[in-house]
């Protein structure tokens, strides 16, 4: 799935330049005020925000304030585009959450870098983490109040983590939040859905449990929550690109 851009501007001749430079890399969505982009944050997946500063209504500054004391919203980055070149306007934006800071006007190629480098090195974190067997959840955190939200979740998980009926609407319930603004988190957060989660964190406690060398793979994987040894066994390899006895082969003796 390509990541998702929302454009936030007034001016429309803007907004079709924009969604033409990046349209053939990102799916693009277009806003010409803030009430707009709030719809479409509640109801579509948005992995980066780039809004203009002067805008009637609610401007670039107070939007990206209200995006990131959100905590629905919080973890999508926020490039903001100005033609005010003073320091102090830049100040204004970074005290207010923004990402990135594109004066304009700006250069095509530099747009597409910006962009390109909040993307990635967002995407090599959520990679790390997905595939590194003791990697924290809040790795993937981008603020406290993410870190927060992620550190509740992971807890929910593991003190149930037994229970092989745990799903995305117990975790819901859980987190406060309704059952589409919760996946939408989860999926933006850490580019998988909340029942990949669910399977990462069982497979992390899992690799804990095989390097203490005190139960049998079988053992472990009800401990985890899997009914079926089978579906252990291909989870464990396909996220974490080895199967359980070449992770136990892999650990130092002194972990056997």
């Known amino acids: 799935m390509r990541d998702s ?17 990046l349209e053939d890399d990102y799916k693009v969505y277009l806003a010409g005020n803030a009430d707009r982009a709030r719809e479409l944050l509640d109801t579509e997946i948005i992995h980066l925000i ?13 939007l990206c304030r209200t995006v990131k004391s959100d905590i629905a919203y919080c973890h999508i980055p926020v490039m903001l585009l ?13 005290e207010n959450g923004a990402d990135a800071y594109v004066a304009k006007p700006f250069s095509e190629k530099l747009l597409k870098i910006q962009v390109a480098s909040l993307l990635l090195n967002r995407s090599k974190i959520k990679d790390h983490f997905a595939s590194s067997p003791f990697e ?13 939200f992620l550190r509740k979740l992971e807890e929910f998980i593991r003190k149930n983590i037994r229970n092989p ?47 203490q060398n005190r139960y049998s793979l079988f053992e472990i994987g009800v ?3 899997y009914r079926s040894h089978s579906m252990f066994s291909r989870n464990f390899q396909k996220y974490f690109q080895m199967s359980a006895l070449e992770y136990i082969a892999s650990l130092p003796k002194a972990e056997r």
Not at 5 to 21: A, C, G, K, Y
Request: proline residues 3%.
């Open 50 to 62: 780039i809004s203009d500063v002067m805008m009637p209504g609610m401007d670039g500054f107070e």
């Open 5 to 21: 851009i929302l454009i936030i501007d007034d001016h429309e001749d803007l907004l079709n330049m924009m969604q033409e430079i």
């Open 136 to 148: 924290d959840m809040r790795v993937m955190a981008h603020s406290k109040a993410d870190e927060d």
């Open 82 to 94: 100005t033609s005010r070149k003073g320091v102090n306007d830049h100040i204004q934006g970074f």
């Open 223 to 225: 401990m985890v929550g």
């Open 165 to 211: 009926n745990i799903d995305m609407h117990s975790l819901a319930d859980h987190m406060f939040m309704s059952r589409p603004t919760f996946y939408r988190k989860v999926k933006a957060l850490s580019c998988l859905t909340p029942k990949e989660l669910i399977d990462i964190t069982r497979l992390k406690k899992a690799a804990s449990l095989i390097a």
